[in-house]
């Protein structure tokens, strides 16, 4: 069986800060991990993904995450946020044959100028 | 790259009609599309995977009859809405796998019942 948790449903950061999304997995099996980004009224868009090659990952828009088998997180990362990073981001996991994706509860990042 | 569409991207409908919302890949051939529902301030709740060919497989408590999912084609699966009450309004997206495997999603359908 496999789940995400997302810790925090909203997360408001200063224009400039850092961007620290978090994400917890569970899985039986090595897992592809994603993290995806949702604008208003929009459909998803990946921003990255894990699939066993490097566990730190770099992403569209600056957005980077690390996979830490230890710690079962992948947790989302921007040195710098922008106002135009405002948007939902949604965790997700999936096993390999990438038959099911798993879901987090998502993340509604807001930007303060 | 990849794009997967969907229409329409917005529907309103009255109570009791059906509404079909189409997913498309437009520049691979897909065997597998997925359909999720999207309830408010919620995550994406998957409903069905639609195989081309085959009878799509649908996830537990979701109502097979209520939600037809057709995949007729290797670019297109289509999900109708039958009987559509406004518990039904909510936001729709598919997903479809391309033959690399990777997951490409729709842009999303906005389904309101009134």
């Known amino acids: 069986a496999q789940s995400v948790t997302q810790l925090g449903s909203h997360v408001s950061v200063s224009e400039g800060a850092l961007v620290l999304l978090r994400c917890n997995y569970s899985?039986?099996?090595?897992?592809?991990l994603f993290w995806y980004v949702q604008y208003p009224n929009q459909g998803l868009q990946l921003l990255l993904k894990?699939?066993?090659?490097?566990?730190l990952v770099k992403g569209i828009n600056g957005f980077e995450a690390e996979f830490k088998k230890s710690e079962t997180s992948f947790h989302l990362t921007k040195p710098s946020a922008h106002m135009s990073d405002a948007a939902e981001y949604f965790c997700?996991?999936?096993?390999?044959?990438?038959?099911?994706?798993?879901f987090g509860t998502g993340t509604s990042l807001t930007v303060i100028p | 790259g990849a794009v997967v569409s969907q229409h329409p991207s917005r529907v309103i409908c009255k109570s009791g009609t059906s509404v079909k919302i189409e997913c498309r890949s437009l520049?691979?051939?897909?065997?597998?599309m997925f359909w999720y529902r999207q309830f408010p301030k919620k995550s994406l709740m998957l409903m069905a995977t639609s195989n081309e060919g085959s009878k799509a497989t649908y996830e537990q408590g979701v109502e097979k009859d209520k939600f037809l999912i057709n995949h007729a084609s290797l670019t297109l699966s289509t999900l109708t809405v039958t009987s559509a009450h406004p518990e039904d309004s909510s936001f729709y997206i598919c997903?479809?796998?391309?033959?690399?495997?990777?997951?490409?999603f729709g842009e999303g359908s906005w389904l309101t019942v009134v």
């Open positions: 997700a996991v999936s096993d390999r044959t990438g038959n099911q994706f798993y």
């Open positions: 899985s039986s099996v090595p897992p592809y």
């Open positions: 894990y699939t066993s090659a490097a566990t």
């Open positions: 997903s479809a796998r391309a033959p690399v495997g990777t997951i490409y």
């Open positions: 520049d691979f051939q897909a065997t597998t």
